[in-house]
T-cell receptor
């Protein structure tokens, strides 16, 4: 099976812009989670989706949002970008919400 | 709230020697524990997990981990280290009953295997 894919792999934006990141889960996986990884804060949970419904949300401002489509693909959006949003954004998929999560390669976002 | 502590930022081991990467956790209820490894500019790769059962869990690439409920620990071990094991290792926890939190990760431990 193909692994989790994330697009784009690299992105450069300027402050105030918005960005949309995409994640395609492993075939048959219905749960998708998103994480932010930075040198200072480490890996932090953003949100978790299952069957198009947001199940859990981490402690991030409302500028961070996401959605899941009927084919389990997911997108996350960050509006009004700030310098501190520069990070590696990781997507993970699992068959269900309490099963092993398999990670994609990440999207590296740089905000200038 | 759930949390994970990895007390060592870096662990140095000579090739061929046994290695241990430490992890302690805090969670309400029974834990669902994981170890992941991250190579430079890559995502996380799953190594092993503990849900219930035998306290010694075997995973990929010869790694194993020992669950200790009384010490709330889940240390990662390998009997004989390889240079190729050098990477960043993350311990993660989730409450077995689910709940509002996703996976909570430790800060990570850099494992350096010296030839």
């Amino acid at each position: 099976k193909a692994g989790v894919t994330q697009t784009p792999r690299y992105l450069i934006k300027t402050r105030g812009q918005q960005v949309t990141l995409s994640c395609s889960p492993i075939s048959g996986h219905r749960s998708v989670s998103w994480y932010q990884q930075t040198p200072g804060q480490g890996l932090q949970f953003l949100f978790e989706y299952f069957s198009e419904t947001q199940r859990n949300k981490g402690n991030f401002p409302g500028r961070f949002s996401g959605r899941q489509f009927s084919n389990s693909r997911s997108e996350m959006n960050v509006s009004t970008l700030e310098l501190g949003d520069s990070a590696l954004y990781l997507c993970a998929s699992s068959p269900g919400t309490l099963e092993t999560q398999y990670f994609g390669p990440g999207t590296r976002l740089l905000v200038l | 709230a759930q949390s994970v502590a990895q007390p060592e930022d870096q662990v140095n081991v000579a090739e061929g020697n046994p290695l241990t990467v430490k992890c302690t956790y805090s969670v309400s209820g029974n834990p669902y524990l994981f170890w992941y490894v991250q190579y430079p500019n890559r995502g996380l790769q799953f190594l092993l997990k503990y849900i219930t059962g035998d306290n010694l869990v075997k995973g990929s690439y010869g790694f194993e981990a020992e669950f200790n409920k009384s010490q709330t620990s889940f240390h990662l071990k390998k009997p004989s280290a390889l240079v190729s094991d050098s990477a960043l290792y993350f311990c993660a926890v989730r409450a077995l009953g689910g709940g509002a939190d996703g996976l909570t990760f430790g800060k990570g431990t850099h494992l350096i295997i010296q030839p």
